[in-house]
C-alpha cells in the first residue's frame, strides 16, 4: 500500500503509509519549486476547480499555484458573489460542478461536514482546504513535513500547541497526524479554548505555558480565532500575551534547538512575539508556507494517479 484514497478529506483515514508517501513525494517537488523553471506537466489535461466559501489567502494562492505548477486548467470560483447567496442549496452547486467535469475540487467551507457531503456528489477527487471546525489535513501534512525536515524525523518527538484548541481545525488535524506518527503531543492554553475532552486524542493538556513547554522539540502557536467565538473566551489580548502570548520568557523553557511553529495569519503581540517569530534560528514559519505549495502538489499529484487508475481500470489500485 502507498497512497489508495479517492479524497484527501481528513487526516483521519490516513495510514502512516500514506502520510509518508505523500511527505516523501512533497521532498521532490520542494527541489522542483526551488529550480528556475518550476513546472511539471503531471496535471496535463486535468481541471482543478477552486471553491472557498471563506476568505483565505494563504491556502487559495497555494493550491492554484500547486495545480498550475502541476499543469492543470485551474479555476477560481468566486463563492462570496455564487448562487449560493441566491439561495442555491450546496448540493445544488455541487450537480453544477459535477456537470462541468473537473478532476480535482478544491473546497473551504466554514460548516464541519460540508466538504463530505460535496464529495459524495462529484465524480472527482475532492480536496478539503478546511471545513469549520471539523479539519485542516494540508495544514497538518505541511506542518509535519517541516517538522521532519527540521528534525529529521516524525516520530517520538515532544510536540506542544498552544493557543486557541477549541476553535482550531489545524489543531485538530495535527493531534491525529502526530499520534498516527507517534508523538507525545501536549495542548497548552486556557481552559475555556483546551477542553479536557481533548485528551481522548492521548495529548496532556496544561494550562500553564511554563509546564507545557518544559523540553519540547517543537512549539506550535495558533491563531486566536475571534470569528468562531461566540462569548469572552480571554479576558483581554494583553491579559492572553501576558499568559499564553510565546516570547523568549517563555521559550526558554523548550529545548535550546525547539522550533517555533504558527500556521498563520500571526497577531504579533498577541500569540507570538514579533522577534521570536523572525528569528531565523528558531522559527520555522515562512519553511511552513514554502512546504504547503509543495505538499499540495504532491497530494493532487497521488489523487489524480487514482483517478487515471479508476478511470482506467475501474477500481482504485
Do not use: W
Request: a negative charge; proline letters at 3%; glycine letters at 6%.
Amino acid at each position: 500500500m502507498t497512497f489508495r484514497q479517492k479524497h484527501l478529506l481528513g487526516i483521519e483515514p490516513l495510514h502512516p503509509v500514506e502520510i509518508t508517501t505523500i511527505l516523501d513525494l512533497a521532498e521532490t517537488y520542494v527541489d522542483l519549486n526551488r529550480r528556475a523553471v518550476k513546472h511539471s506537466d503531471v496535471l496535463a489535461g486535468l481541471t482543478q476547480i477552486n471553491m472557498f466559501f471563506e476568505n483565505s489567502t494563504r491556502t487559495q494562492a497555494s493550491f492554484e499555484l500547486a495545480g498550475k505548477r502541476l499543469g492543470a486548467d485551474v479555476m477560481n470560483m468566486a463563492m462570496q458573489a455564487s448562487s449560493i447567496k441566491k439561495g442555491e442549496t450546496l448540493i445544488d452547486t455541487a450537480l453544477t460542478l459535477n456537470a462541468m467535469n473537473p478532476d480535482l475540487l478544491v473546497v473551504r467551507h466554514p460548516h464541519s461536514g460540508a466538504v463530505d457531503l460535496l464529495a459524495q456528489k462529484v465524480n472527482c477527487a475532492v480536496l478539503n482546504a478546511g471545513d469549520g471546525k471539523h479539519e485542516h489535513p494540508t495544514q497538518a501534512l505541511l506542518d509535519a513535513l517541516t517538522i521532519r525536515r527540521a528534525k529529521g524525523r516524525l516520530h517520538r518527538l515532544n510536540i506542544a500547541i498552544c493557543g486557541d484548541v477549541a476553535h482550531s481545525r489545524v489543531a485538530r488535524s495535527n493531534l491525529i497526524l502526530l499520534g498516527k506518527m507517534e508523538n507525545r503531543v501536549r495542548l497548552v492554553g486556557p481552559p475555556t479554548l483546551v477542553p479536557r475532552q481533548f485528551a481522548e486524542f492521548g495529548c496532556e493538556i496544561y494550562d500553564d505555558m511554563e509546564e507545557g513547554l518544559k523540553d519540547v522539540d517543537v512549539v506550535m502557536m495558533l491563531r486566536l480565532q475571534r470569528e468562531r467565538m461566540d462569548g469572552g473566551f480571554i479576558p483581554s489580548e494583553r491579559e492572553y500575551y501576558h499568559r499564553y502570548g510565546l516570547d523568549a520568557e517563555k521559550l526558554a523553557f523548550a529545548k535550546d534547538d525547539a522550533i517555533v511553529m504558527h500556521p498563520g495569519p500571526m497577531n504579533r503581540g498577541v500569540e507570538i512575539d514579533g522577534t521570536i517569530a523572525d528569528d531565523i534560528n528558531r522559527s520555522v514559519i515562512q519553511e511552513q508556507v514554502e512546504m504547503g505549495v509543495a505538499v499540495r502538489m504532491a497530494a493532487m499529484d497521488l489523487l489524480a494517479r487514482n483517478l487515471r487508475a479508476e478511470t482506467q481500470e475501474g477500481v482504485y489500485v
